[in-house]
């Protein structure tokens, strides 16, 4: 049993997409150096991300390397 799950997690890492292992095109890693200390606002006025996820502002998309669509 144990070989069956060890496999199965292997299997989901290889095939589970990262944004560290693929990032989106739009992922910029000036903007994460540049940004990943910043302290963001509570204010959450939802921004979309040029990945087309939500983020609550542009600050926390910056602290990810994600720039406002």
Excluded at 4 to 33: D, G, H, M, R, W
Excluded at 49 to 65: F, L, S
């Amino acid at each position: 049993m144990k070989p069956i799950l060890t496999l199965t997690f292997i299997l989901l890492y290889i095939i589970t997409p990262s944004c560290k292992k693929n990032p989106p095109a739009c992922y910029s890693e000036a903007v994460y150096q540049k940004h990943k200390n910043d302290v963001c606002p509570f204010a959450c006025t939802n921004i979309t991300g040029c990945d087309e996820r939500q983020y609550c502002n542009e600050c926390e998309a910056n602290k990810v390397g994600i720039r406002k669509k």
